[in-house]
Every structure is written in C-alpha cells, then in structure tokens.
C-alpha cells in the first residue's frame, strides 16, 4: 500500500471540498442568516488538516494501483461527508452530529434521504451546501478532481473505475482527464439549461437552483417539506421530469450526439432499454392511477413525475405515492432496484445488469432443452464475456444481500415494521431517497436511532460506490504492505 499517495490524494480532495464551500459561504454573506461563520469555520478545518498533507508528504512513486485506487474512492467519500457535516453542526442546523453525518451522507452520494422535520426559517447558505453536496456528488468528486488536476498520479482510471457508476468503465476520450472535463462540461451546461428553464416557469433564482442541482446530481433535496409539489406548478412538473430522464442517461450518448456519432447511437442497447422502461412504467402507471386522479391528464402528470424521480434515483415528490394502490405502488418498489444507466449521475442495480440478467436468464432457459448449442449472450451487438455475466451475478447477490442485512440491522432497533425498514434499507442502497411507510415521501428518517442512522449512511456510501470499493476496506489483504 502507497500510504503517501492516499494521503496526498485524500489531501487534494479535502481542498476541493473546502473550495466547494465557498459558493455557500458567499450565499451566507449575501441572505446574513447567521450561518457564513459555521461555513467559514468548517472551511478553516479543513484546510488545517488538508494543507499540511499536501505540502509535507511527497510520494516518491505516482504510480496508481487499483489497490490504492478503491482505498483513495472508499475513503474520499467517506471523509468528504465527515467534513462535510460540520457546517450543519456548527450552524445548529442538525446539532446532533450523527444526524449531521447521515445529512452529508445522503446528499454526496445523491440519496436525498434526509432527517429534517422543520423546513421553516432554514439558513440560506447551509441549505444551498446541502444541496451542492447532491451537484458535487452526482458526477463524482474524483471525476471533478481529475478534471481540475488531471496530471495528479500517472495512472488515474483507477480512481474513476472505483466509483464508476456500471460495470464496465468506458473513457470518452483517451485520456481519463481529459474525459472527466467532457463529462463535467456536459454535467454543468444540462444544469444551468434547467436552472435557466425553471426561473422560466416562475422560480426565484434560489430555488431554481437548488432544484435543478438536485435533479442534476438525482439527489432529490428541497428547501420545502413537501418537495416539488410546494410549487403546485405543471411547467415545473414537466420540466424537472424531463430532466430527470435525461439525467438518468448514460452521458456517452450526449457525446455521440454533440460529435453526430448515429452508430454508436444506434448501436447503443441501453438507450433502448431505458427510455423502453421510462415510457412504459409511466404509461402504466398512469392507467392504475385513473381510479385515484379521474382523469387521463392529471394521473399522467403524477405518474410520470414519481416514475422519472424513482427510476432515476432523484427522489423528488408530487404526490404522496405511499397512498397509491398497491399495484401503483409495486410498479415504483420494482423501479427502486433497477435504477438508470451506467455512465449516468443515477444509483440502482442499473439496466445495463438488469438487461443482462433478463438475457442470461433467458439463455439458462434455452439450455434446459438446448444442452449442446452453443448460446452467445449478445449486447450491442457484441458477445458478453462469460466473466462479465458471472462478475454481474455476483454483484446482483451482494446487492440484495446488503438490502437484506442492512434492513435487518435497522429492524433491530425496533422501531418501525418490515415494510418501512426494508424499503429504508432498499432506498439507501439504491440511493433513491424515499420509501414506504414511515420513511414515505410525507416522512422521513429522523426516527431512527443513531445505529440505524449510522447503519443507513454506510448502505448510502456502498450503493454509491457500487459497493466493492466500501466493503474492500474490511478486507485484510487491501492494506498489506506488498
């Protein structure tokens, strides 16, 4: 293990952060909320405790294994949310750090899942850090830090292939810091073009932004307790569900549009599948929903709105779905897992396993009466490597085995019944935001205990991290010296 490369790449990180606060310390000095010390204070720590390290350790060797990589991707996001939860503490706005903690945590790894009740008389500079948690954690703050530093070690798709949102990592162009500038261009224009659309529809520049970053980075943050609905607006509706679907997108296809590549745009199978999901859970979400809403315009409007918010990720509520009929509400259960598509700022199981899973399962099928033909699983057009199928259904395992163990945890508390702690657990890992029940779109997570809390932060960071990089940290092997 090259302890002087994590260190000085945690350090740099650490500096990144710090300066991500200064956008909300300005918002502070500006609104004169009383929050610009808190914001300046945690500022002040940080780069107390990232400046020295940066300046004093000097790694002899650059070289980046993977090794390094996933311990630098698992313990970035890790410390990002420890330091991250300081302006909240030192603001009093969730004096409990535990709290505090769980607060950072949900919004850098874009699950929205929160543990405020009292949305009234917020701080405007801490509430706009809550929320830049969710725009600095959708792309990923290494992918932002490879973009500012892109020279910082000699190999970096490491650190990009750690938290690489998919099973495969795939660059854009040939050099990953290159490829992160891309990403991050394309991440903040798709955000100041919904920012721009929702003052359009009658935001205020501030909550124009605070929602057009959490849809960016399909967190699912408001500055209201009821979310989007509080606007009561159906411009606003469409237009954060578009973007949300669009957000959900794997943002190599942007690059295929921008530089008019039609075949890797049509030989693109997860597109397909996508948008094949997308439109059909809204077209049947809203036929189960005309009993409840009465007429085809308005359950479309919800319907639409709550499958665009579950599928990718963001968390966003119109309605109180936990209502619903039950066949409503599996549809978006169902949702919960699947996520959206590789390459995207979306959490979930993502389509590109679940499509492979589907056609694994269908090949196992044939095989029962077709023993000796030979069955090639094709994506893309392409065969699939029978290590990919098999590394697929191994991470399907352990997915829903951490669901399984970590409800099972949160269920020891005692406190809530299957439903909402299964849901908490599956929401989490999937870093959707919402559940059912108790933790439904009109509740939330202050309930629970500080285990359970602490228990549902680490589920946060694993589905965002796509588990491997988190759970590597409790192997022995990961910290050896050769």
Not at 162 to 172: Q, R
Not at 440 to 448: I, K, L
Request: charged share 15%; net charge positive; glycine share 8%.
């Amino acid at each position: 293990m090259n302890i002087a490369l994590v260190l000085r790449l945690l350090s740099v990180i650490l500096l990144v952060e710090s300066a991500s606060m200064v956008p909300s310390a300005i918002i502070a000095a500006f609104h004169r909320d009383g929050d610009l010390v808190p914001l300046l204070a945690s500022i002040g720590i940080i780069l107390a405790v990232a400046l020295p390290i940066y300046l004093l350790v000097k790694p002899k060797d650059r070289s980046l294994r993977a090794r390094e990589g996933f311990v630098v991707v698992a313990l970035s996001w890790i410390l990002m949310s420890v330091f991250g939860a300081l302006p909240f503490v030192f603001g009093r706005f969730l004096p409990n750090y535990v709290d505090a903690l769980f607060e950072a945590v949900s919004g850098f790894t874009t699950t929205g899942a929160t543990v405020l009740t009292d949305f009234t008389n917020m701080p405007h500079g801490l509430v706009f850090w809550r929320s830049f948690t969710h725009w600095v954690g959708g792309m990923g703050v290494l992918v932002l830090t490879l973009a500012l530093l892109p020279k910082l070690s000699d190999r970096t798709s490491h650190l990009v292939r750690a938290e690489s949102p998919g099973p495969s990592l795939s660059k854009i162009v040939p050099k990953m810091g290159d490829s992160a500038k891309i990403l991050y261009l394309m991440y903040t224009v798709l955000t100041v073009a919904e920012f721009m659309i929702l003052m359009l529809c009658g935001l205020n520049p501030y909550d124009a932004a605070i929602h057009a970053m959490g849809t960016a980075g399909t967190g699912g943050f408001s500055n209201y307790g009821d979310s989007v609905a509080h606007f009561h607006s159906v411009s606003v509706d469409i237009t954060m569900t578009v973007f949300m679907v669009l957000f959900g997108i794997n943002f190599a296809i942007y690059y295929f549009l921008i530089n008019r590549s039609w075949h890797d745009l049509k030989a693109n199978e997860e597109i397909r599948w996508y948008l094949g999901l997308v439109f059909g859970a809204m077209l049947l979400l809203t036929v189960l929903l005309l009993p409840y809403y009465h007429t085809f315009s308005t359950s479309l409007r919800y319907a639409s709105f709550q499958v665009a918010s579950i599928i990718s990720t963001s968390g966003f509520a119109t309605a109180d779905f936990d209502l619903w009929p039950v066949s409503a509400k599996m549809v978006l259960f169902v949702l919960l897992f699947i996520g959206s598509c590789a390459g995207s700022t979306a959490g979930g199981m993502k389509i590109i396993r679940v499509a492979l899973m589907l056609k694994e399962g269908k090949r196992e099928i044939h095989r029962t009466f077709q023993p000796r033909k030979v069955q090639i699983v094709r994506f893309d057009g392409k065969g699939i490597d029978e290590s990919m199928l098999h590394s697929i259904a191994v991470f399907s395992f352990v997915y829903v085995a951490l669901v399984l163990f970590g409800s099972f945890l949160i269920a020891l508390e005692g406190k809530y019944d299957l439903i909402t702690n299964f849901t908490a657990a599956l929401t989490c890992v999937s870093n959707v935001g919402p559940g059912f029940h108790f933790v439904g779109p009109s509740g939330n997570f202050a309930g629970y205990g500080p285990f359970a809390k602490i228990v549902c932060s680490f589920l946060m960071l694993a589905g965002r991290l796509e588990l491997y990089p988190l759970l590597l940290l409790f192997h022995p092997a990961i910290w050896r010296k050769t």
